[in-house]
C-alpha cells in the first residue's frame, strides 16, 4: 500500500517562504515521477510542479521561478521550495506519485491528503 503524508503547510505572509514535504512509503520511491497540485477553492487542480525519476523538473507558468522542487531518494522525500508567496497561491497542496511509466500500467498512481497554505496579512 503506497502511502504520501504531506507537511510543511500553514499561515504565511506575502513575500514570504514555505517548504512543502511529501514522504512516500509503501514502494520503491526511485521508481516514482513526483509532482505537487494545488487546488484552490472553486477552482480545478493545477500541476505546480513535477520531478521525474531521472531528476528532470517541470513547472507551471505560474510558478515563474519562485518554486523549486526537489527530491532526496535516500529519504523517499519530495519537497517543494516556495518563495516570494503570493496571496494567490493559497491553496490546499497536494503531492502526486505515479510510476505508471515504469510498471506499464494504468493504476499506480497516488495522491495524498493535502496540506493548506495560506498567504495572508
Known amino acids: 500500500q503506497v502511502q504520501l503524508v504531506e507537511s510543511g503547510g500553514g499561515l504565511v505572509q506575502p513575500g514570504g517562504s514555505l517548504r512543502l514535504s511529501c514522504v512516500v512509503s509503501g514502494d520503491n520511491f526511485r521508481l516514482y515521477d513526483m509532482a505537487?497540485?494545488?487546488q484552490a477553492p472553486g477552482n480545478q487542480r493545477d500541476m505546480v510542479a513535477s520531478i521525474n525519476y531521472a531528476g528532470r523538473t517541470n513547472y507551471?507558468?505560474?510558478?515563474?521561478?519562485?518554486?523549486?522542487?526537489s527530491r532526496?531518494?535516500?529519504?523517499?522525500?519530495?519537497?517543494?521550495?516556495?518563495?516570494?508567496?503570493?496571496?494567490?497561491?493559497?491553496a490546499v497542496y497536494y503531492c502526486n506519485a505515479d510510476a505508471n511509466s515504469f510498471y506499464g500500467t494504468t493504476?499506480?498512481?497516488?495522491?495524498?491528503?493535502g496540506t493548506q497554505v495560506t498567504v495572508s496579512t
Open 36 to 38: 505537487w497540485y494545488r
Open 60 to 69: 507551471g507558468d505560474f510558478v515563474e521561478g519562485r518554486f523549486t522542487i
Open 72 to 90: 532526496d531518494n535516500a529519504q523517499s522525500t519530495v519537497y517543494l521550495q516556495m518563495n516570494s508567496l503570493k496571496s494567490e497561491d493559497t
Open 107 to 113: 493504476d499506480r498512481n497516488y495522491w495524498g491528503q
